[in-house]
């Protein structure tokens, strides 16, 4: 027959100071074998005293095994998306001269302030050996699905390209064939968009976004020591160029979103042969 202890009885247990005073305890089942009490962060201690409530004189207490998880790293402008990202690996490319973020020393013509370029029209000629045919081939073609995302973004170049070379035609002068750097890169970028897409990106980002940035400041110095201050179609945009630029930003960290971080890393070490490829062509310009 079930027996009931009365309350006064049972309130002389809570009031036991001793037992008021103990931490809460978590106590596994006393079957649990050593190795599970090994790999799940238990220590065995003893209860010399034999503390009243307890149901033995040993016990198992929790002690935490869990370490903290180590912070994970953040890459310089990841907070801001992946093309911040580029944005800081191209930077740091630069000279100080040419950005303030700029570490690289100055070992080649193209290298210095655009302010202290001394430009050619035959040189700036060579810009017919453009490789903006080739970039926007490609992205019309998509082989990889994700580049049809850079269709008619207002940032093409070709029919600016083309409008100015006619142009120099009619002033008399000859254009040159394709050939030597611009050659070399176009296919480069051919073989890049097929079998890598992530240093595709890249090429396609710095080409697009330093045309407007530096680009501009090529275009006024030709304007200025060698066109009578005429303003190239090459060096103009429809719209807002700022916001193309952030439509273009936009879709990059879209695209960028399905990339592992190894294939984002990828990407940005491609940074330096894009400025080299780059940099072969303006050299042409200054001889």
Known sequence: MASFIPISQSQTLFNNT???????????SPNLGSDFLAKSGFVRFQNPRGITGLPMKTANVVVSATTAEKPKKRYPGEAKGFVEEMRFVAMKLHT??????????VKEPQERPVAKWEPTIEGSLWIANWFYDTLEEIIEKASVPSYAEFRNTGLERSESLAKDLEWFKEQGYT???PSGPGIAYSEYLKELSETDPQAFVCHFYNTYFAHTAGGR???RKVAEKLLNNKELEFYKWDGDLSQLLQNVREKLNKVAESWTREEKNHCLEETEKSFK?????L???LS
């Open 96 to 105: 100080k001269d040419q950005a303030k973020e700029g570490e690289k020393e």
């Open 175 to 177: 254009i040159p064939e």
């Open 277 to 281: 490829h780059s940099g072969d062509i």
């Open 18 to 28: 001793r037992l008021r005073k103990l931490p809460p305890l978590f106590l596994p």
């Open 217 to 219: 400041m090529i275009g």
């Open 283 to 285: 050299r042409l310009i």
